[in-house]
């Protein structure tokens, strides 16, 4: 069997496509389907802010870990932990985080299925002329058929497509032309939104605080958030670190994707609350907000066409970049690990996440539990594991050395860094996780 060559491994090739891919996985559904819902369960504002605090104390520290393992072992997540810890269990933390990677492919696929099966019911003005009532019943329907089934297929058939073509001339290649379309249809689509009558209201309820809202549930819940959005605490980001150029500065990287991911975010809440108050919907309504809520709005709005099209291309182009660094993960794993090749690896990974998929769609149950277990449990406690690795047992001297380039860059963040990963982060992940379990 053709052992993998490491000495000829694959890149990213430059600065912005580190940041295109990085921010393309961060950027996804997490941003636009699942935190205005989240945001609208929790109460607005108040999550907001706890969301912003566990994005910078415990977030980027995360990620900046993510990367400096990535890129100092230039390997897999499995891979990584046993390069820099070898004969040590540190790499069942890879382990850990191959395992999330199908779960969360799995479902995630999933509802960017959906995303597609509403593109085409954009494209083809499904919504026209229907009520509230009616788009409602359309998603049921919808789900209980099987062009769920067909729609995920299709879609990772996309993902695997891209994966296939490699790091640079696949990955890269990509999500640097994707991510700057993404951007421009956001920014429209809010602009569109702020301008309709009584979009204030929309503003006022993510923007303005109410702490009485704030209970263990929407901490915990804020947390798992921001680990799922930036997607970290599972490995995405040591696999793409992996494929960072030497001269590149992580920190700033990692500064850079985290604020990119999060103003996205808040662009999300921009595009959608407005509109939501401007029609006087309830602002909680769970996985239904951007396909039902939305075709709704659309479907009353001027221009609504126009928009609800753009959307939908907003959100699975969103979706693309981000299975594209799951299914990344497995691939790299396989191929490196199990000693076959990328296209191997690649069908393999696709054809076992299918299979998981499947079972997703059809029950609402398995759907839960894969996103429960991923994304509230793994992915903090991969993180957790993560920053005690990196806090606690690497050589200080290596973090050092990896972080300023071989002394080459002076890095001031060095110190606050440590401190974060050391202290505050695995304590804050620890008691948000322990207390939201209700364990203590
Ligand atoms: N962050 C992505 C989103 O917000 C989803 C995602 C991609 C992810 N890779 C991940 C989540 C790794 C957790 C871990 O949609």
Known sequence: ??????????????????????????????????????????????????????????????????????????RNPVGSFKKLAPGKPWYLVGLMGVGAAFMILAFYTVVAGWTLEYL???????????????????????????????????FMLFTAGIVIAGVKNGIEKYTKVLMPVLLLILVIISIRSLTLPGAGEGLRFLFHPDFSK??????????????????????????????????????????????????IAIIAGIAIFPAVFAFGIPPASEEGLVYITLPVIFEQMTG???????????????????????????????????????????????????????????????????????ATILLPLGGLLIVLFIGWYYNREKVKSEMTNQGTIDVWLYKPFMFLVKYLAPIAIGAVFLYGLGIF
Do not use: C, H
């Open 1 to 74: 069997m053709t052992k993998f060559d490491f000495s000829n491994r694959d890149s990213f090739g430059s600065k912005f496509g580190v940041i295109a891919a990085a921010a393309g996985s961060a950027i996804g559904l997490g941003n636009i389907w699942r935190f205005p819902y989240v945001v609208g369960e929790n109460g607005g504002a108040a999550f907001l802010l706890v969301y912003l605090f566990f994005v910078i104390s415990i977030g980027i520290p995360v990620m900046l870990s993510e990367f400096i393992i990535g890129r100092s072992a230039q």
């Open 120 to 154: 085409y019911q954009s494209i083809i003005n499904g919504f026209e002329g229907k009520t509230p009532d009616q788009i409602s019943k359309m998603f049921d329907t919808f789900r209980g058929s099987a062009r769920p089934i067909i729609w995920f297929l299709i």
């Open 214 to 263: 704030i209970t263990p549930k929407v901490i915990l819940e804020a947390l798992g958030q921001a680990f799922f959005s930036l997607s970290i605490g599972m490995g995405t980001l040591i696999t793409y670190g992996s494929y960072i150029n030497k001269k590149e500065n992580l920190t700033n990287t990692a500064i850079s994707v985290t604020f990119a991911d999060t103003f």
């Open 304 to 374: 609504g066409y126009f928009f609800s099209l753009m959307f939908f291309v907003l959100l699975s182009v969103a979706a693309l970049t981000s299975t594209i660094s799951v299914l990344e993960v497995i691939v790299a794993y396989m191929s490196e690990e199990l000693n076959i090749t990328r296209k191997q690896a690649t069908f393999l990974g696709t054809a076992s996440v299918a299979v998981l998929g499947l079972f997703a769609s059809n029950s609402a149950a398995v759907f839960n539990v894969l996103n429960f277990t991923s």
